[in-house]
Nanobody
Framework: VQLQACGGGLVQAGGFLRLSCVFSGSIIGLYNVGWYRQAPGEQRDLVASISSDGGNKDYLDSVKGRFVISKDNAKNTAYLQMNSLKPEDTAVYYC???????????WGRGTQVTVSS
C-alpha cells in the first residue's frame, strides 16, 4: 500500500485544518489507521487511531475534543479533522497503516502543520 498525506499548512491559533491520507494499492478496510506527529527534537507520537472497521477510535489526551479521526471506505481515504489548533500542535503529521492480517506497517510522507500564536 502507498499512503499519500496532504492538507497541512500554516494556520493561526484557534483555526482548523483537515488532513487526508489517500490509500492506493490496497483497501483501507484492511488496515488500522493512525495519525502520528513529530515536532523538531521530539519523538513521534500517536495522535489518533481508528480501527479497520471504524468502530474504535482513540486520541492523545491533548487533542481529545479538538481532533476527529475518520475514514471513507468508498474514497479509500482517512482524515484527521483538527479544530481549535494550538501552537503546540505544530509538527509534521504522518499517516500510518497497520494491516490487520499480515501485520505489516506502512507510513506515508509527512505533512507539515504550523500553528502561529
Amino acid at each position: 500500500v502507498q499512503l499519500q498525506a496532504c492538507g497541512g499548512g500554516l494556520v493561526q491559533a484557534g483555526g482548523f485544518l483537515r488532513l487526508s491520507c489517500v490509500f492506493s494499492g490496497s483497501i483501507i478496510g484492511l488496515y488500522n489507521v493512525g495519525w502520528y506527529r513529530q515536532a523538531p527534537g521530539e519523538q513521534r507520537d500517536l495522535v489518533a487511531s481508528i480501527s479497520s472497521d471504524g468502530g474504535n477510535k482513540d486520541y492523545l489526551d491533548s487533542v481529545k475534543g479538538r481532533f476527529v479521526i475518520s475514514k471513507d471506505n468508498a474514497k479509500n481515504t482517512a482524515y484527521l479533522q483538527m479544530n481549535s489548533l494550538k501552537p503546540e500542535d505544530t509538527a509534521v503529521y504522518y499517516c500510518h497503516a497497520h494491516h490487520v492480517i499480515t501485520r505489516k506497517d506502512s507510513w506515508g510522507r509527512g505533512t507539515q502543520v504550523t500553528v502561529s500564536s
